[in-house]
T-cell receptor
Framework: GQQVQQSPASLVLQEGENAELQCNFS?????MQWFYQRPGGSLVSLFY?????KHSGRLTSTTVIKERRSSLHISSSQTTDSGTYLC???????????WGSGTKLIIKP | DTTVKQNPRYKLARVGKPVNLICSQT?????MYWYQKKPNQAPKLLLF???????READTFEKFQSSRPNNSFCSLYIGSAGLEYSAMYLC????????????FGPGTRLTVL
């Protein structure tokens, strides 16, 4: 079965609202990374967060290993936050990243 | 400097012609990766080098070659491009260890005509 479940698949919010994106994983974790995907396909690294909570401006990432989940919180969303967000799980057993299917976020003005 | 560089940023190729993409990093990372990214799909790992050892994914084994002449550089080579090779190609690097963050380059957009 799929090792990383990302939700929601899409999210539409009004500017100023908060966004909560989730990744749930079914296997043991080595690392968790969050990316923003630009329209052309290149990736912007947002967080490397194998455990605990990290902050960067309006973004917060929380990984709870025991509960096998990681979240990305965007506070006071802006239209420029619109795009696709990907989580990627790194496994203990090999070098691969297991990717979530992505959340398409649309922030309306 | 935690950047991974890729050249060229855009590449136009003809069907049947070879394509060579270049990646470099100066973080002394022992592992370098190549991914293929198509619209609405997750990045697909094509191959990676751990030090001088090349590991290629089974389903892309015959389609992509790579070389790593030194620790900093890694290339991705397509011997005969097909239309299905049109995609974004992402290079990444990491250090082997318990917590191995992968650092990604900006990508090369390959269009095959």
């Amino acid at each position: 079965g799929q090792q990383v479940q990302q939700s929601p698949a899409s999210l539409v919010l009004q500017e100023g609202e908060n966004a909560e994106l989730q990744c749930n994983f079914s296997t043991s974790l080595n690392s968790m990374q969050w990316f923003y995907q630009r329209p052309g396909g290149s990736l912007v690294s947002l967080f490397y967060n194998p455990s605990g909570t990290k902050h960067s401006g309006r973004l917060t990432s929380t990984t709870v290993i025991k509960e096998r989940r990681s979240s990305l919180h965007i506070s006071s969303s802006q239209t420029t936050d619109s795009g696709t967000y990907l989580c990627a799980l790194g496994l203990h057993s090999n070098y691969q990243l297991i990717w979530g299917s992505g959340t398409k976020l649309i922030i309306k003005p | 400097d935690t950047t991974v560089k890729q050249n060229p940023r855009y590449k136009l190729a003809r069907v049947g012609k070879p394509v060579n993409l270049i990646c470099s990093q100066t973080m002394n990372h022992d592992t370098m990766y190549w991914y293929q990214k198509k619209p609405n799909q997750a990045p697909k790992l094509l191959l990676f080098y751990y030090d001088k050892i090349l590991n290629r994914e089974a389903d892309t084994f015959e389609k992509f070659q790579s070389s790593r002449p030194n620790n900093s550089f890694c290339s991705l080579y397509i011997g005969s491009a097909g239309l299905e090779y049109s995609a974004m190609y992402l290079c990444a690097s990491s250090r082997v260890g318990l917590y191995a963050e992968q650092f990604f380059g900006p990508g090369t957009r390959l269009t095959v005509l």
